[in-house]
Structures are given as structure tokens and as C-alpha cells.
């Protein structure tokens, strides 16, 4: 399974009603509220998701079974 993070998406973009703060908050995160942010410091581009997918699709990954894959860039730790 590939658990994707903040991507940039036309769905996630159509939400920003200030893309340059709403992007800087996301990788800010917000302390007060325990989000640590994007310690990678860039938002995952929708092929950096569909590049690991295809990773995982691959021979190099013929041997992966049962396992959830994060790709958030760090914002998970």
C-alpha cells in the first residue's frame, strides 16, 4: 500500500485561497497544533507518488509483500 502526504494536486491547489502562505504553512507545519510540517521541505509532486507505485509494480520490488509504504516526505515522523 502507498500512503501518500500533502501533493500537489488541483484539489489540494483549488483549496489555497493564498497558494505562496498556504504552501509555506504546509511545510512549516503548525507546532501549536503538533503538525510538524514537511522536514524534505517540498511538496510531493503527483509523480513522486505514482513513481513509487511504479517502483513497487517493478521486478526491483518483486520481493515486497505486506507492507505500507509512506511517502510524506518526512511529515509523518
Do not use: F
Request: no cysteine.
Amino acid at each position: 500500500m502507498v500512503a501518500p502526504g500533502t501533493t500537489a494536486t488541483p484539489m489540494l491547489q483549488a483549496l489555497w485561497t493564498d497558494p505562496d502562505a498556504a504552501r509555506a504553512q504546509a511545510l512549516a507545519g503548525e507546532p501549536e497544533k503538533h503538525r510538524l510540517g514537511i522536514p524534505l521541505g517540498r511538496i510531493a509532486d503527483p509523480e513522486d507518488i505514482a513513481d513509487t507505485v511504479l517502483y513497487l509494480l517493478s521486478q526491483q520490488a518483486r520481493h515486497i509483500t505486506m507492507q505500507q509504504l509512506v511517502v510524506d516526505g518526512g511529515a509523518s515522523l
